[in-house]
């Protein structure tokens, strides 16, 4: 379960990189760190933190999927397509890489018997951290800043995964379930345009 919902986050990301990268006129070597970043360096952060070698290094897949990734959104000119970004099918995946990224943060605290806040930590870093790596770099405010919704779905689904161990009840299909569960809350978060509010100013 965690290499299927790792691989997942991989894709989804992987072309939230590029799109990014593309929107903002980055050159091949631009584009092409751009995609690696966001695709693995959450997942790279994440593995540090509990002092393990990092997935990307020791398995040689998720290098060779982010390359494919890569080819074939240059081969189909995805480059080259108009606001992409706010359609439907992209902003789910972009969910499914949120969602899945923050379940496999959950699955390394646990396994490492981390308590809550180290849970919240993972999921939320795991999912969001390649992609604020990427903002930096490009010399943006990292996007997970301005969507007030965006890292409170991570947290949420950290939240879920740290319950389901405290009642062990993870298995297939619960996880299925908060995936699920996940991807609905942050497609129906980003139509709505949920946010957290802002804290008043004293007048």
């Known amino acids: 379960m965690f290499e299927i919902a790792e691989y997942i986050g991989i894709i989804a990301f992987a072309m939230s990189g590029f799109l990014v990268a593309t929107r903002n006129g980055l050159d091949l070597l631009g584009i092409l760190i751009s995609t690696f970043l966001t695709a693995l360096g959450g997942g790279i952060i994440r593995d540090v933190i509990v002092d393990k070698t990092p997935y990307t290094f020791s398995h040689n897949a998720p290098a060779l999927v982010v390359l494919l990734i890569l080819c074939l959104l240059i081969f189909f000119d995805f480059h080259k397509k108009a606001s992409i970004e706010n359609r439907f099918a992209f902003i789910v995946s972009d969910s499914l890489g949120l969602v899945s ?31 604020i790596a990427r903002d930096v770099i490009i010399n943006e405010v990292p996007f997970v800043f301005k969507s007030g919704f965006y890292g409170t779905v991570a947290l949420i689904i950290g939240l879920g995964m740290y319950l389901l161990e405290y009642f062990n009840a993870i298995n297939f299909y619960t996880m299925l379930s908060l995936l699920c569960f996940g991807v609905v809350l942050r497609v129906v978060a980003y139509y709505n345009k949920w946010s957290i509010p802002l804290p008043q100013k004293r007048k």
């Open 101 to 131: 990224f923050s379940i496999t943060g959950a699955l390394i605290a646990l396994e490492h018997q981390l308590n809550l806040t180290g849970v919240l930590a993972l999921a939320f870093i795991t999912a969001v951290g390649g992609g």
